[in-house]
Every structure is written in structure tokens, then in C-alpha cells.
């Protein structure tokens, strides 16, 4: 079967090296039509799911010496779930989403788009403009868009990030696919998975009992941020890791993102670049099963935390890693998903007609939420391989090729999923009271025979927990 004929859950099984008999476990129900836009969103959604549904079933089967248990995706679970921060709510109340200078600026030749969601991110932007670092009013808006109206987009993007704050001008998918930062992402797997070493295998038994837990007793440093890596994480932490999420006491997070994406973690703040920092890390990672980084290329490095490191301290060890842009001459550049829709021309093609129009956006978040998944499936298979072969392993994902598979190589949506369709989510939803308040929150969509319906624990304040793994 050729690539352009195989459905996306047949590919990004293929991507994660699955064997491809155990695609007919895996069963879909549930109204078509949802996350409508002209890009097959639904179909990725569906995809990332269902093969992260059927690691964990496949992971599952191995610890426990059982068959493979059958995996369920519901289309309007995994809508919803896509969509996890908008139905989130706290005592009631719903989260910010983007601040005042997150979005689009008209440019003297096409448009930009800016990401100031955190403090450091908008004071930088602003000092690009001369202008204070604690503004976002209507006049900060409107000095902004006149700053930017004069000048091209290829020259905000240029300077705006020189001075560490983040912009991209919008492109169209043609001018992405023949720049040398798209091209080289272009040739490169949806998922990377590499064994490193010939560290043996580390072999353990998940209990049996209900609910299935296929990540049992493994343990996961959890290294991440906003939305696709503690997506991936938490995944994990659903099917019964034990993640704990390390931040810097010095780098503010969102605490809507965190109540989102926090469920089933634990959280400690530690400064890596400390000597007590670094020695509680090597404590921890001394027995880690896993390590999720969601930095960008570089960031944990310069605290010795590469690859080849990590591995030799722990053999055996899988080590996720994901970044904004993948390989290129922006592998080191910060990203989110908002940017990455514009570059790639995702926003070109999801646009109004007309000029004068914005370019336009994805009905979800569906490049960070999807490469969540399909991270947490990279890892999941990564584990069963090293069940049954050993090596350290190293899965690799980037938010650029998710958005290289949505634009080219998804097959074409159903004509039904550009209309929408009616559903109610609120059955996908649950109410979780726990340290942060009250939470309304979208039920996990991974799921298989057995498998657990929702997390084992709300999320607790950033940063309030031990530096130190649970006892068995």
C-alpha cells in the first residue's frame, strides 16, 4: 500500500514502527464532521489517538503476558479532547487564552504573527518597539500595529526574535515547502526513533486488575511546557506512570495551561543549574524509566542533559524529545503552536478569502495536541521495545513535521468534516475538585479494554511537591 493510500492511523503506525497486524484492534465510533477546516484536523486527531490508544494496549500486553486488548476512539472524546483548555473551568471560571499582543499585525507586504502569552516573551517584543515592558493596553496595541504596518514581515520576524521575543511572518504552504527551514523537515520521519546503546533489557510486570495500567511502576521525569509535551506526559501519568514534572523556580508557567495539562503529575520546582539542583536531577534520573524534554534543542543541554548523557547515567532509559521547528536552520528557535500554523502556511490555506482578511487558524491547537499523542505513542512503543530487545532508546517529534503531515500527507477530509456537526461535550467532560478548586476538565480519549476513564489525581500547585519518586 502507498503512503498516499493508506489512511493516517495506518501511517503514523508505520511512523512508530508498529507491526501493522494490530490495526484491527483498534475500533472508531462516534459523529463525523467535528473540528471542521479545510486540513483533514479530524483525521490527524483520530490518528494520533488511535495509535497512542493501541501503544499502550500493545505495552499493556507485554508486561501483563495477555492478548492485546481492543482500542475504542471516539471521535467526540478526542474532539474534546483537543480542545481540553477551551472546556476547562476553575471555581467556575474559564481560562485566559491568548493575551492582547498574541495574534496577527498587517505588514507593509502581508502579516506576522506575535506570541507574548508570557511576561518574558512580551517585554522583549515590546523593547524591539522602544516601548515599556509592562504595557499591553489599547495605545501598546496601536503602537505596535503602526510599528508594524511600515516595515516587511521577514524584518519584524528577523529582529523581534534577535532580541528574544517571538514572530513569524505568514507564509503560504509553497513559500514554506521551497524555504530552506521548511525543506529540511520536509525529508524527515513523522516520528524518529533511535536505540542508542546495548543496555539491557529491563523487563517488569504491570499488575493485573482493573483498570489496566500499562505504565505501572515506570517513572518519568517530565521536562516540558504548554501544551504537547504535558499533553504526552500526561498521557502517561493516565496509564499509570509516576511523572514528575520539573520546572525552573526562575520561569513562570501558565496556571491554566498547568491546571490543563497537570492531572495524574506531580510538580517540583528545581534549578538544574544549581549544584543541589544537579544532584537531586541525577538522584531522580537514577531511577527513571523515561525523560520527556519539550525544551528547545539547547536549553537542557547546557546543563549536560544530552542525549549520550542521560543514557550512559541511566542505560535503559527512553528519552522523548520534542521541539517547535525539527531539524533546519531553525531547530533552535522557540515555537508554539500558533507560530508553526504560520510559518507552515497551515494559516494561509485555514484563511478568509480576501487580502484584507487575517490569515486564518485550526479549529484546535491540533499540532501541539496531536504530536502529544503521537509522543506519548513513540514512548510507549519505545518501552515495549526495550521490553523485549533493551537499548536506551530516543523518539523524536517536532511540531513542524506534525504540520508537514497535516498539509501533505494526510488523505483528504470527507466532505462531511467541513460542515461541523453537532455533539455534546459535556459527556466527555468531568468535575474534579482538588487543590487548584473546582475543575471542569475533558476526559482522557485514550482507550482500550480496561483501560482507566480518568485520572488518578487532580493537579496540585505548581512546584508543591517532593523532589522525589513515589514508593512502590
Avoid at 499502550?56 to 500486553?61: C, S
Avoid at 543541554?301 to 549520550?308: A, D, I, P, Y
Amino acid at each position: 500500500m502507498t503512503h498516499a493510500h493508506m489512511s493516517g492511523t495506518e501511517q503514523a503506525w508505520a511512523a512508530l514502527g508498529g507491526d501493522p497486524a494490530l490495526l484491527a484492534r483498534i475500533g472508531t465510533s462516534g459523529p463525523e464532521g467535528l473540528l471542521p477546516s479545510r486540513l483533514p484536523v479530524m483525521e490527524l486527531a483520530r490518528s494520533a489517538v488511535a495509535v497512542c490508544s493501541l501503544a499502550a494496549a500493545e505495552l499493556a500486553a507485554r508486561r501483563t503476558g495477555h492478548a492485546v486488548p481492543r482500542v475504542h476512539v471516539d471521535a467526540g472524546a478526542v474532539a474534546t479532547a483537543f480542545t481540553s483548555e477551551r472546556h476547562l473551568r476553575i471555581d467556575g471560571c474559564a481560562p485566559m487564552s491568548f493575551a492582547p499582543l498574541s495574534r496577527f499585525w498587517r505588514t507593509a507586504d502581508g502579516w506576522v504573527r506575535t506570541h507574548a502569552n508570557y511576561p518574558h516573551h512580551q517585554a522583549r517584543l515590546l523593547a524591539t518597539l522602544g516601548l515599556p515592558a509592562d504595557t499591553s493596553d489599547d495605545l501598546t496595541v496601536a503602537a505596535v500595529a503602526a510599528s508594524f504596518a511600515g516595515r516587511r514581515g521577514a524584518e519584524i520576524e528577523r529582529t523581534v526574535y534577535a532580541a528574544g521575543g517571538l514572530a513569524v511572518a505568514a507564509r503560504t504552504p509553497g513559500e514554506w515547502s521551497a524555504d530552506p527551514r521548511g525543506a529540511a523537515v520536509a525529508g524527515t520521519p513523522l516520528v524518529t526513533g533511535d536505540r542508542i546503546d546495548g543496555a539491557p533489557v529491563r523487563r517488569t510486570t504491570a499488575p493485573a486488575g482493573t483498570p489496566l495500567l500499562p505504565a505501572a511502576g515506570m517513572r518519568v521525569l517530565d521536562l516540558t511546557r504548554v501544551i504537547a509535551g504535558p499533553v504526552a506526559t500526561r498521557t502517561l501519568a493516565l496509564l499509570g506512570a509516576d511523572v514528575l514534572r520539573i520546572d525552573s523556580p526562575r520561569l513562570p508557567e501558565s496556571p491554566d495551561a498547568h491546571a490543563d495539562t497537570g492531572f495524574g503529575k506531580r510538580s517540583v520546582n528545581l534549578d538544574l543549574g544549581s549544584r543541589f539542583g544537579g544532584a537531586v536531577f541525577d538522584e531522580l534520573l537514577a531511577e527513571a524509566d523515561v525523560v520527556v524534554i519539550g525544551y528547545r534543542p539547547g536549553a537542557v543541554e547546557r546543563f549536560g542533559l544530552t542525549t549520550e548523557s542521560l543514557a550512559a547515567r541511566r542505560p535503559g532509559l527512553v528519552i522523548g524529545r520534542l521541539s517547535a521547528w525539527g531539524h533546519g536552520p531553525w531547530a533552535e528557535r522557540r515555537g508554539f503552536d500558533s507560530l508553526v500554523q504560520v510559518a507552515t502556511g497551515i494559516a494561509s490555506v485555514e484563511a478568509t478569502a480576501g487580502a484584507e482578511h487575517p490569515p486564518g487558524a485550526l479549529p484546535a491547537q491540533a499540532l501541539d495536541h496531536g504530536t502529544g499523542y503521537l509522543l506519548a505513542a513513540a514512548v510507549l512503543r519505545a518501552l515495549t521495545e526495550q521490553h523485549d530487545e533493551g537499548g536506551s532508546r530516543l523518539v523524536t517529534l517536532s511540531l513542524a513535521r506534525t504540520a508537514a503531515w497535516l498539509l501533505d500527507e494526510l488523505p483528504a477530509r470527507r466532505e462531511t468534516e467541513a460542515t461541523g456537526a453537532s455533539y455534546d461535550p459535556e459527556k466527555r467532560l468531568a468535575k474534579t475538585a482538588g487543590p487548584l478548586g473546582r475543575l471542569r476538565h475533558a476526559l482522557p480519549p485514550v482507550a482500550f479494554d480496561g483501560s482507566p476513564k480518568d485520572w488518578s489525581r487532580p493537579p496540585g500547585p505548581l512546584g508543591a511537591d517532593a523532589a522525589a519518586w513515589l514508593t512502590a
